[in-house]
């Protein structure tokens, strides 16, 4: 979560990078023992999503740096954890709101929202954040 907020909120993607290549490879660990632990899958999705946000020569750089850049398989793999996860299923839906909202997708963005207020209306994040969206 540390790593997400340097890249998402701080910018700071190198920053972030070494515990995203940390925690990707330990869910990689973790998946070859237990494919279904779906929470595992929240950690390669952040690397790979937050990661192909940088510039194609940075995300070059970054893939002889062994880490993992491709947009579509970060949102897949977030998408699985927001769909079968466990404990870090909300999480993965914030982070997809996130994605929609830098794709420019508004509507999939406050639904994905208007999910978590169903979800969770005591969570004032969810609902001011909805509410600015509207």
């Not at 979560?1 to 990707?24: P, T, V």
Request: aromatic share 10%.
């Amino acid at each position: 979560m540390e790593a997400d907020y340097a890249a998402l909120i701080e910018n700071r993607y190198f920053a972030s990078l070494a515990e995203m290549k940390q925690s990707g490879r330990l869910a990689q660990t973790l998946l070859t023992y237990s494919p279904s632990c779906y929470d595992a899958y929240l950690a390669i999705g952040v690397e790979n999503y937050v990661l192909s946000l940088n510039p194609a020569p940075v995300r070059w750089l970054l893939d002889l740096y062994g880490a993992e850049t491709n947009r579509q398989t970060g949102i897949e793999r977030l998408e699985l954890t927001a769909a079968r996860g466990h404990y870090l299923e909300p999480f993965a839906r914030v982070l997809l709101a996130v994605a929609a909202l830098r794709a420019n997708d508004r509507q999939h963005a406050r639904e994905l929202l208007q999910g978590l207020v169903q979800e969770f209306p005591k969570n004032q994040l969810y609902v001011r954040e909805l509410a600015r969206l509207q």
